[in-house]
């Protein structure tokens, strides 16, 4: 037989009701950040034009994956070979074929993301963009945050006891408000396009100085406690 459960409390004139939020909102370092690399290339002829193409998007991917650990994840988001038409005269032609590769790279160690970033940029025709500076879906902030909020709540009721002469007694709920965001909206730093940049050697770009974003948590929740009879 399965034990029964103890009654849970209601309020009453000896034990009324007191609901209060909790609030937790603190900034921290980020722990990762996204670039988007675009690889692009062009030619009159489709076969050609998808060679140059696959050339380009392998150099850069070996770039990327010389990096090893500093890497957390590389991903293809899309390819697309498309015809370009031209009108001139009385039918309508091929031109030439674009062809575009888009691989989204995340970074986990930011030592080596500004000397990354550029190297990619230096590549022919890659467009490089970013970076996304972002908390992991388990990070501990957001831990912190949620038990902060309640730490809140708590302190809250505790207050609103006293200044009634009385004192906490049960807990009666505890809901989350679902205002974890995890850090603010995604913001780029900016946009890198193929070129080249002077380095020691002529040949070896100089690496960006990227400054990490803050990131804010924020942490809600409601909470309804008893008290006891206050002192009025």
Avoid: C
């Amino acid at each position: 037989m399965e034990p029964t459960p103890t009654p849970r409390p209601h309020p009453s004139p000896d034990a009324p009701l007191v609901t209060v939020h909790g609030e937790a909102h603190h900034e921290v370092d980020p722990e990762t950040a996204r670039i988007q690399i675009t690889v692009n290339a062009r030619g009159t002829d489709r076969r050609a034009a998808l060679a140059d193409l696959t050339t380009r998007n392998q150099r850069a991917l070996d770039l990327v994956k010389s990096y090893g650990e500093a890497i957390e994840k590389l991903e293809t988001g899309s390819f697309s070979i498309t015809p370009q038409l031209t009108t001139k005269g009385r039918h309508e032609r091929v031109s030439a074929y674009h062809g575009t590769v888009r691989t989204t790279v995340t970074v986990a160690d930011f030592t080596a993301l500004g000397e990354l970033t550029t190297r990619l940029a230096d590549l022919d025709l890659t467009t490089v963009t970013g970076p996304w500076w972002a908390l992991r879906p388990n990070s501990p902030a957001h831990r912190d945050a949620r038990r902060q909020a309640v730490h809140d709540a708590v302190r809250r009721a505790r207050e609103y006891a006293d200044a009634l002469g009385a004192r906490l007694v049960a807990l009666l709920e505890l809901a989350d408000q679902d205002a974890d965001t995890g850090g603010p909206l995604p913001r780029a730093a900016g946009t890198m396009r193929s070129a080249r940049f002077a380095g020691p050697d002529d040949d070896t770009p100089a690496a960006l100085d990227l400054e990490p974003q803050r990131q804010s948590v924020y942490a809600q929740v409601s909470a309804r406690f008893t008290i006891t009879r206050p002192e009025l």
